[in-house]
């Protein structure tokens, strides 16, 4: 069974900054594509940041510049530092895995961002 589990999310003030942590744990046999989503109240759920096993990165055109995915392929984890932070970043933030064909998600950290 595998699990995601976020951590770091909080509340910080419009400029400021935030990490947020990602660890799969449970039997793993490589993971492929990671990311992070969000959702605000009365939204979907966008996309923010992927990155796939050989680094490869891509971002939401509304985070570009500002947050940055990293993951480290042995402890299974995915990371996002968030910074120059927006009250409109202001959600729910998920994480994402593709494991063997299969889709893995987090439960989500809110992260709360205030003008």
């Known amino acids: 069974q595998v699990q995601l589990v976020e951590s770091g999310g909080g509340s910080v003030q419009a400029g400021g900054s935030l990490r947020v942590s990602c660890a799969a744990s449970g039997t793993i046999f490589g993971i492929n594509t990671m990311a992070w989503y969000r959702q605000a109240p009365g939204n979907p759920r966008e996309l923010v940041a992927r990155i796939t096993t050989d680094g490869t990165t891509n971002y939401g055109d509304s985070v570009k510049g500002r947050f940055t995915i990293s993951r480290d392929n042995v402890k299974n984890t995915v990371y996002l530092q968030m910074n120059s932070l927006k009250p409109e970043d202001t959600g729910v933030y998920y994480c994402?895995?593709?494991?063997?064909?299969?889709?893995?998600w987090g439960q989500g950290t809110q992260v709360t961002v205030s003008s």
């Open positions: 994402y895995a593709v494991i063997k064909l299969f889709e893995y």
